[in-house]
């Protein structure tokens, strides 16, 4: 089963313009991260934000927690056909002291020049 | 410093084969989880090796099994290969001291069952 659930599943959006993506979960948390895919390929973690955190910058992206709603949202500032990607949205689900990030199905982005 | 490397990057088996994906971890990681991505959706936890024991275990059934070496590396085996394991396999390694944001994943292995 997957905690994280991102909305939307898929945003087309023009170069420029800013995109914000939701992720929702189901049980407490100790951090959320976001991470990005291109294509297939393999993820590459963007940003985290720890659960007594409510917003957390890195260069354009801007990242918002709400543990009182279980959400979190991505939002990426004057977007570029290079952002074109799926994100993800994973939080950590702690077992035996190992902490394990659980992705959502993510939100395909594409950026259109 | 070499990141996670992943081999084959593409792999075709046919119904009912075995298949052996294998992993090397980014130098100085000591842990190793294996997560399964199918078309479409978010990656899915298999499991987590340390001291090349399994450490962690989602939720696969026994035909899913790995093997971690001394060196760090590890491979995930599939047998009785279903047409449903078509599928991205991605490998992560991360520190055993470390929180979940250590993780550092490879591009993957992609598996297309026919």
């Known amino acids: 089963s997957q905690q994280g659930e991102e909305d939307p599943q898929a945003l087309s959006i023009q170069e420029g313009e800013n995109a914000t993506m939701n992720c929702s979960y189901k049980?407490?948390?100790?951090?959320l991260q976001w991470y990005r895919q291109n294509s297939g390929r393999g993820l590459v973690h963007l940003i985290l934000?720890?659960?007594?955190?409510r917003e957390k910058h890195s260069g354009r992206l801007r990242v918002t927690l709400d543990t009182s709603k279980k959400s979190s949202s991505l939002l990426i500032t004057a977007s570029r056909a290079a952002d074109t990607a799926s994100y993800f949205c994973?939080?950590?689900?702690?077992?035996?002291?190992?902490?394990?990030?659980?992705f959502g199905r993510g939100t395909s982005l594409i950026v259109h020049p | 410093d070499a990141g996670v490397t992943q081999s084959p990057t593409h792999l075709i088996k046919t119904r009912g084969q075995q298949v052996t994906l294998r992993c090397s971890p980014k130098?100085?990681?000591?842990?190793v989880s294996w997560y399964q991505q199918a078309l479409g959706q978010g990656p899915q936890f298999i499991f987590q090796?340390?001291?090349?024991?399994?450490?962690q275990r989602g939720n696969f059934p026994d035909r899913f099994s790995g093997h971690q070496f001394p060196n760090y590396s590890s491979e995930l085996n599939v047998n009785a290969l279903l047409l449903g394991d078509s599928a991205l396999y991605l490998c992560?390694?991360?520190?055993?001291?470390?929180?979940?944001?250590?993780?550092?994943f490879g591009s993957g292995t992609r598996l297309t069952v026919v």
């Open positions: 934000i720890r659960s007594n955190e």
């Open positions: 090796y340390y001291e090349e024991e399994e450490r």
């Open positions: 992560a390694s991360s520190l055993v001291s470390g929180n979940s944001y250590g993780y550092t």
């Open positions: 130098s100085g990681h000591d842990t």
């Open positions: 994973a939080t950590d689900s702690s077992s035996g002291g190992s902490y394990i990030p659980t």
């Open positions: 049980t407490s948390i100790n951090n």
